[in-house]
């Protein structure tokens, strides 16, 4: 089975070629697979069963883990000399040891050939008031973006796993943090890449977790084992996505997280920026233009090209006053980076209405307490024990991809964006036996013009 794929194109690609590649994981984080498609004849390493367009006759794979261990979360980028970049989270088997979850860079050039091949350093354990504590964290969720100023920077969350919290940690807001570092090419061998120390992304508001309940507890994922017990309701942690970018216009990189800034503002969105990935500040709150006091913000995503920022995310703001939190729509924003110094107001972008139905979310006898809490909810599939749903699990964005006109040729606009998401809008109540297989699509939309 291969799962979780990601596909990157090189910044000085011809968009008419588009040679590309792309990253997948296979059977559940048992290795990586990689490929090249598009301009010249492809060259992939696969396993058996992967995707046809890797050529037959290969049985390789670009990464396999330990017997211990378990890949998850591949992202990938290229650079302008086509070498692959990829990262990825490694965990232990054992749910009895997070500090052995790490993070993982490969480099691969054109052909298939990996030239680093890195473990990065994780942060160390801090005496300060709620300080990072590697034995209570996972890393997920990693990124990777290049510079032209010749660093490769790298970024990740570190999650609360509910097994290692103590009791009275156990609480809303309780911190989660985000670290980078920034990598230079520096003598040769297996890892040829010196990585600085990684620093916490520590702007105001800092990064905090909404609930919880909503989080899990000991009674509700105790039964976690194996790969998944690494990590623990790892649907409710897909809320908490990090992207990176780095903008080609003015070399910065830019990192979106979800934060609970007050009882009354729980889940807003924040982007911050570096000049050097290791000092950031605070650029905007994403999510509140309009203001809408209380809604919830989910899982954001990021792209850039040319001078534009372009954010993407789920939002809440448009559930019913009955069932608050329960419908989601999909929303975008955009930021210039040659004048602009915040985003612009926030545009719903899944024109119809919503990519949730509330239909789908209220609790049925037995269940959850609460009517809207979103990742516990009846529906999606039971993982572990813990009832988990598909209300969406990742948004997917490219922009200036452009498009062929005749007589011009492949024409890229920076204000053209592409973005799709799972989409349960059509969900009923009439689809309780399977509704994430019977009910959800993919769906998308462009945007042709700045919001």
């Avoid at 920034?182 to 297996?190: E, I």
């Avoid at 050097?276 to 500040?281: A, E, I, L, M, R």
């Amino acid at each position: 089975m291969i799962s979780d794929p990601v596909v990157a194109t090189s910044p000085s690609a011809n968009p008419k070629t588009l040679p590309a590649v792309w990253a997948a994981m296979t059977t559940y984080g048992n290795g990586l697979v990689w490929g090249r498609f598009g301009g010249d004849a492809a060259a992939c390493s696969t396993l058996p069963g992967s995707p046809s367009v890797c050529p037959s006759g290969s049985t390789s794979v670009i990464y396999q883990p330990p017997a211990d261990r378990v890949a998850d979360r591949p992202f990938l980028t290229m650079d302008a000399q086509s070498n692959s970049h990829l990262v990825f989270a490694e965990s232990l088997t054992s749910v009895s040891n997070n500090t052995g979850g790490r993070i993982h860079y490969l480099r691969i050039n054109p052909s298939g050939t990996v030239t680093a091949d890195c473990v990065l350093p994780r942060a160390a354990d801090s005496s300060a008031p709620e300080g990072f504590k590697a034995i209570e964290n996972y890393p997920q969720y990693a990124q990777v973006g290049i510079t032209s100023w010749g660093g490769v920077v790298v970024s990740w969350g570190e999650f609360p796993n509910p097994l290692k919290v103590p009791p009275a940690d156990r609480i809303d807001g309780r911190r989660y943090y985000i670290y980078a570092t920034v990598g230079y090419q520096d003598g040769a061998g297996t890892c040829p890449i010196s990585w600085q120390a990684p620093t916490e992304v520590a702007t105001t508001p800092l990064p905090r977790i909404e609930s919880w309940a909503d989080w899990g507890d000991t009674s509700s994922i105790s039964a976690l084992v194996g790969p998944a017990g690494a990590y623990a309701a790892p649907r409710t942690a897909t809320m908490y996505s990090v992207p990176l970018v780095v903008n080609t216009t003015d070399d910065h990189c830019y990192l979106a997280y979800r934060t609970r800034v007050s009882a009354a503002e729980p889940a807003r969105l924040v982007v911050v920026q570096s000049a050097d990935g290791t000092s950031w500040n605070h650029l905007t709150t994403l999510d509140t233009k309009p203001s809408n006091p209380g809604a919830r913000a989910y899982q954001p995503t990021l792209a850039t090209y040319a001078n534009l920022v372009t954010a993407a995310w789920y939002d809440d703001r448009d559930s019913p006053a009955a069932l608050p939190h329960s419908r989601l729509s999909v929303y975008a924003s955009r930021f210039d980076v040659t004048g602009s110094t915040t985003f612009d107001y926030a545009v719903r972008v899944s024109r119809n209405a919503s990519v949730s139905s509330e239909t789908f979310f209220p609790t049925p006898p037995g269940g959850n307490s609460s009517p809207y809490v979103i990742p516990l909810t009846w529906g999606g599939m039971s993982f572990g024990g813990v009832r988990q749903n598909f209300w969406g699990d990742h948004i997917s964005m490219v922009i200036g991809v452009g498009q062929f006109i005749p007589g011009f040729g492949w024409m890229a606009w920076p204000s053209q964006a592409f973005i799709s998401w799972t989409d349960s809008s059509r969900v009923t109540t009439s689809d309780t036996a399977q509704p994430f297989i019977q009910s959800q699509e993919i769906r998308g939309s462009r945007i042709d013009v700045t919001p």
